[in-house]
């Protein structure tokens, strides 16, 4: 809806990063859109941030120090990271065996006996690595401060597990144990050359029932020695796709100068990759959904009788892939946004050293396929703590959730004036509201613009859906928070009630 109205005021252009989709990759797409701001940063925003934030050490005395996990960083004027999301980063959710997004992780680190698993690296990572490694231009889109959570310059929350590929490829090279010990299992390969990184990711959002500034990523890298192909070739088989697969595959995608190989790689050794990689996905998500499916029966709640899973392949662009792809599957008539993934860009290889292996990636969302397993109807359950949600699941099943009374939701609207002249960022507005009413705010959603005839001034109207999940609230206390929300958007935004 925001996307939509958004889309009116410009002409469409390419986007380096698209969030348009609940699957949320930074896959470019052409759609006309104009969130890109450079990035720059907007005193308003970080005053709040820091003035509030309770999860500084003595604000009062060192108001430059954040404290994330243990570790203590300088604030400086990139900051925008909130109180509300860093409390987030102790969650753990990943880790709580009967939570429904750990029993999928374990589903999918079953289905990769011989990779490496990690579940266990901190958030905060390096500009550096969340970007530079991968090759994002400068300019992209999501190094923009509107759309990311900076610590500071040189550090922020990850916005996708994809920061770790280089990391962790060079830290096998150099016997780093500081991030191999992270590792939850022990690995047939070398704990750099195949590995799986499951963590939460960090993006600055919109609200709605699918959306959330954290969510949960899970990243595959597959990497071979030249020799290895070689072998695995005369072999004639393939390692990773032993398995008979039931994905009615559908994939008309061809390499082309449109979505190339790169001039590293021989046609052989690309042909080969793209077989393996393509085969391992189509099992991985065939052999998920049909023990979903068959939990449920011997649960004796199959709502669905699917039995096959038709996937299709979409030819997509990432800043550290080329091919790049993205894959799609059938499920209880929607095609769901898997994953993307693509061939590893040999710069990323050669700069952990490994100029002898080449390898593919994928990065693959959680919170959506969890939805639809367990059928969780709104993404800010996955951080409910009410017994009623938690009590519903238990490690290595996957239960179907049974809705609990909803409490009635109580709509409020919010008209106002842009600032003329000054910056008008919708994310800041959605961190704002997020950080005084908490989960408490289930929607935002745009209802109105206009610009006036005569003085040439921007109005929005914003409707917030204010709801709790597990109990009732009253209207005094919404109102108490709606008030809070006009005069800190006064304060923080620079905007003018209308
Ligand atoms: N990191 C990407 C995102 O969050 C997803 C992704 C795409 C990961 C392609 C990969 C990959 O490893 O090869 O949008």
């Known amino acids: 809806m925001l996307s939509q109205i958004r889309q009116k005021a410009v002409s469409a252009r390419l986007l380096q990063r698209c969030m348009l989709n609940s699957g949320r990759t930074y896959v470019s797409r052409v759609v006309a859109h104009a969130r890109f701001q450079p990035a720059k940063p907007s005193l308003s925003i970080q005053r709040a941030s820091l003035s509030t ?36 980063t102790g969650r753990n959710l990943l880790h709580q065996p009967a939570h429904p997004l750990a029993i999928l992780k374990e589903l999918i ?67 780093d144990r500081s991030l191999l010990d992270h590792a939850r299992n022990g690995s047939a390969a070398p704990m750099n050359e195949r590995f799986l990184v499951a963590a939460d990711v960090y993006r600055r959002d919109e609200i709605d029932a699918s959306h959330y500034p954290v969510f949960h990523q899970m990243e595959g890298v597959c990497t071979f020695s030249r020799a290895e192909i070689q072998k695995i070739k005369a072999a004639a088989s393939s390692p990773n796709s032993s398995t008979s697969s039931a994905a009615q595959v559908s994939d008309t995608t061809v390499i082309s100068s449109e979505n190339p190989k790169q001039p590293e790689h021989t046609d052989e050794e690309v042909a080969f990759l793209v077989e393996d990689m393509k085969q391992t996905m189509n099992n991985m998500v065939v052999q998920i959904l049909t023990k979903a499916v068959a939990a449920k029966r011997t649960a004796g709640n199959a709502d669905n009788t699917q039995t096959e899973f038709p996937v299709r392949w979409i030819d997509a662009t990432f800043p550290f892939t080329s091919p790049s792809w993205e894959m799609e599957v059938l499920f209880q008539g929607e095609w769901l946004e898997i994953c993307g993934c693509g061939i590893m860009k040999q710069k990323i290889l050669s700069d952990a050293g490994m100029t002898d292996r080449v390898g593919w990636a994928f990065g693959f969302g959680l919170e959506r396929l969890a939805m639809l397993l367990f059928g969780v109807p709104d993404i800010r359950l996955f951080w409910s703590t009410d017994p009623r949600f938690t009590d519903q699941f238990a490690p290595g099943q996957i239960n179907t959730f049974k809705s609990f009374s909803r409490h009635p939701p109580c709509p409020k609207d919010v008209s106002f004036w842009l600032p003329q002249g000054g910056e008008f960022h919708e994310n800041d507005l959605m ?19 206009f610009t006036h005839p005569k003085t040439g001034k921007s109005s929005r109207c914003y409707r917030i859906n204010y709801c709790s999940m597990d109990r009732n609230v009253t209207h005094e206390e919404i ?20």
Do not use: C
């Not at 704002?432 to 935002?444: F, N, P």
């Not at 709606?482 to 800190?488: L, S």
């Open 431 to 449: 961190d704002l509201i997020r950080d005084i009413a908490g989960d408490l705010a289930e929607g935002v959603k745009l209802v109105d613009e």
């Open 53 to 88: 934030t309770r999860t500084l050490r003595n604000a009062a005395s060192e108001p430059s120090k954040l404290q994330i996990l243990g570790s203590t960083y300088a604030a400086d004027n990139w900051t925008n990271v909130t109180p509300t999301i860093l409390d987030k």
């Open 109 to 175: 680190f079953k289905e990769f006996p011989t990779f490496a698993h990690y579940d266990a690296i901190t958030p905060d990572v390096s500009t550096y690595n969340n970007f530079d490694s991968l090759g994002f231009a400068q300019d992209h889109i999501g190094r923009s401060r509107s759309d990311t959570y900076y610590i500071n310059e040189n550090m922020l929350l990850r916005t996708h597990t994809s920061a770790h590929q280089l990391q962790l490829l060079k830290a096998g090279k150099k016997g």
């Open 479 to 498: 109102n108490e928070i709606q008030e809070r929300v006009r005069g800190q958007m006064v304060q923080r935004l620079g905007i003018t009630l209308r």
